[in-house]
DNA sequence: CCGGACGCCTGTCGGC
DNA sequence: TGCCGACAGGCGTCCG
């Protein structure tokens, strides 16, 4: 589920409420996530001070004075933030109490998220290594991109989702950054010029920065911090609109399938 | 190294 | 009504 947009939405919900506060316990109640919650989660951040809530592509990063925890949510994951006591309801895997009588609540159905406490800082945790740079990091460039390219074969939007080329797309922003940029998802990567590499860089960052102010995009599980859904979906152009009119030129849009998902694209925009 | 298929999970939806 | 397959926002591994 979550892309960057619904990720930062997150980040920015929990942020304000974290910081500076003291974790006490955690609650265990399902450690068969992507990756084994430790047993001893409790005992690894009862006491630590949080210093900062970070991002870093999908993962969400809490920094405190005895190294950290690594959070993702998967296709399928949520966090809110409520009262110490609120009765925890199905899939509501972990919680992480806070000084101050309120909890961070994760929950995920489908369990391909992951909590993973550090001893050090978040950061530098191997799950993390082999990323590509931040969609609005300046070192990210259309000729960056078409450099990376020159010898990738895959579909261009398969090329896009790649967190080892850039991080943050996923399957509902390339399909939209794409239409957006009036290039066609199938296009081989190789085969991109460099001034369509920067219509699509610009393009990815417009769609991005507006889903953020949006608050993400909530097809079906999406909710913030306080639980409520995000709004980019009344923004999508071409998500899920398979054979609806294309809102530039108004033929039926297509859909296919690249890298195993769904895509969606205007055949006749996008060249 | 690259690209494609598959698996990991649960829930939902459409077709029969 | 019930069953069954396909599919869903991500990502890692395997194999050719």
Redesign the pocket.
Known sequence: ???LP?VETTRRGIAPLLEGRLLTWAILREQ?L?HAVPENLAERVAGARILSVGRR??YLLIRHDRGGLLL?L??SGTVRVLPVGYPAA??DHVDLLLEGGELLRYND????GLILPTNSDPDDHP?LRDLGPEPFDPVLTGEALHQMAR?????LK?FLMD?KILVGV???YASEALFRARLDPRRL?CEVSRPAWMRLLTAVREVLDEAITAG???????RDPDGKPGYFGLHLQVYGRADEPCLSCKRPLHQLRL????TYYCSHCQR
């Open positions: 589920m979550p892309e619904e068969r992507r592509a999908k993702h998967g296709m199905k899939h159905p489908r369990r391909f799950l010898k990738r074969k895959s579909p398969v967190q996923g399957n509902i990567a993400g995009t909530t097809l079906k599980d999406f890298g195993g998902r769904a």
